[in-house]
């Protein structure tokens, strides 16, 4: 036990010294915090942060609209949890508005139609406040678009932030699937060899042929287009390449002393493998992992750019992509660029923390 405390605690010294996977790993935790509280950090905290105002549409970042607020029904009751998993549902309607003024019992605001546009339209302050025309006031608000609006006139920040959650769950959903079948099949392959091992190299080499892309798109249409089919087609593509490293991992590992003598001594096949070589391979594992975490996001990322993955008005990164894409070579191009630079970040940080963990578990570098 203290052996291999002590082996972490290096471990983990080693890797909070490596600067590039420090920043790695900075990104991700905040990457994670976000995708766990996100509809409490959006500014826009409605259902897949899909609160749409046409008349602002493609707005720069920076962009700041007044807005009236309408009370269109009674107020949802719910809970804290299902808030911060589903997001709140809007009990009120957003007219943007270019100013207003008060004649007696009415409310006479200039409805936002497009820059050069206003139309006007009258509004009974008893029924806007119910009955309470000191609080008028509370019905109209600014809200500013830090990173501009979407061609639905969404903000752009809420939906980058719930899509972090997308991102991050096809990782790790998808390196779970892999690593479990990969794993598995490696473990096995590598320690009982023979005919399984050549059955099971089989099915690697078929399944290494053909393009990641391509087995995705089959699986996808397979299962059909949807949440949970794009994590799971995405983890049954990536368990090749855990499978060869775990197959020569056990190879080499197995032949050692310390195995030969737990045989000798009678021990059952299963409990060797998971007690006594499993332990030992975790770190090419986590390396593995890390990588595989990137590439699923960037796998996802292009399938809902294809239109085949996450389905609106779910918010994606890759859908984010797609819907905004025409607006580069147009006057707002960081409509598609910002979420790029949002994969982009992601993934580096998982590069970044793979690399610092292949040099923090090498034992030869100590």
Known sequence: MQSSYSFTSHTWKRLIKNKGAFFGLIVIITATIISVFGYVIAPDNSPNADLQ???IQAKKPGYTQQFLKITTGNKTESNLFDEILNGKKNNFQLI?????NISGDSLLVNKFI????????????????NNNPASIQKNIITKKYWLGTDKFGRDILSRLIIGTRVSLAVGLIAVLIS???????????GYYRGWIDEVIMWLINVTWSIPTLLLVF???????????QIFIAVGLTMWVSVARLIRGQVMAIKEMEYIQAAKALG?????????HIL???????????????A???????????????????????????KENYNFIITHNPMLALIPGFAIMLLVLAFNLLGNGLRDAVDVRNS
Do not use: H
Not at 179 to 189: N, Q, R, S, Y
Not at 222 to 228: D, E, P, Q, R, Y
Not at 310 to 319: D, F, M
């Open 53 to 55: 105002t046409v008349e």
């Open 96 to 100: 943007p508005i270019k100013g207003f």
């Open 114 to 129: 497009d820059e050069d546009t206003a139309v006007v339209q009258y509004y009974s302050i008893n029924q806007l406040t």
């Open 179 to 189: 690593l479990t079948l990969g794993i598995v099949l490696g473990a096995i392959a």
């Open 218 to 228: 089959a699986i996808t249409m397979a299962m059909g287009k949807g949440f949970w």
């Open 267 to 275: 021990l059952k096949n299963c409990r060797i493998i998971l007690r």
């Open 279 to 293: 332990p030992n391979i975790l770190g090419p594992v986590m390396v593995i992992a890390a990588s595989n975490f």
């Open 295 to 321: 590439t699923a996001i960037i796998i996802e990322a292009g399938l809902s750019f294809l239109g085949i993955g996450v389905q609106p008005p779910q918010p994606s990164w890759g859908l984010m992509i």
